[in-house]
């Protein structure tokens, strides 16, 4: 299988890179700790990093004397090369919200990946839903990661949200004690976009 995929993206060190990039997709590079970390010859890595960039897989930036390099996440094929070369398993469920395509939340989520549990829509982002709760984020937010997420997002969406972070163990209460605030929201029109110990029992 291997070998399939070096010959299909034509270049092992290629081939390298792109698991790189895709497995640290939030991590800036330069070129000779990249030259380490994939045990390739510099000139390899400098020729097929400037062909990723040419395609629009990573992008650049100049910081303290170096060129450092990142994956662009707006780069059109990004989740299939993320499906394809990442070790992350692609758990999240791919739903509409306002005129975002279908890969909207996918791509937003990979941001916070590592941090976050379950994730629910509803409010103003779910079509026909009378929710005064637009998203229920559960995670872990240490130094404020969902937090700085959930503005994020308000300022791509340009729209102000009332959301709710609580950890893991907090939500799991409230969910099996029917709790008043977390039943109002999942008694109304909702979606599950991340479920990742299947808590709600969604398919």
């Known amino acids: 299988m291997e070998r399939n ?75 299939p090369l993320r499906a394809i070369f990442s070790d992350e398993p692609m758990l999240l469920k791919r739903q509409n919200t306002d005129d975002k395509n279908s890969n909207y939340w996918d791509d937003k989520l990979s941001l916070v990946l590592d941090y976050i549990n379950v994730f629910i829509i509803s409010g103003r982002l779910v079509e026909d839903s009378t929710s005064k709760v637009d ?11 969902l937090s700085n997420w959930a503005n994020s997002l308000e300022e791509s969406m340009n729209k102000q949200l009332n959301y709710s972070i609580m950890n893991t163990s907090e939500f799991y209460y409230r969910f099996s004690t029917k709790d008043i605030f977390l039943n109002s929201v999942l008694k109304n029109k909702y979606k599950v976009i991340l479920d990742k110990s299947n808590i709600l029992g969604k398919e």
């Open 135 to 145: 998203m229920i984020i559960v995670g872990d937010n240490k130094d404020n990661k």
């Open 5 to 79: 995929i070096d010959s299909l993206f034509g270049s092992k060190t290629r081939v390298k890179l792109l698991n790189l990039f895709f497995n640290n997709p939030n991590t800036n590079y330069y070129v000779r700790e990249i030259t380490r970390l994939i045990d390739e010859q510099v000139n390899s890595v400098r020729r097929e990093l400037s062909n990723l960039q040419e395609v629009g897989i990573v992008v650049s930036t100049n910081n303290e004397r170096k060129l450092f390099y990142t994956l662009n996440h707006d780069f059109e094929y990004y989740l």
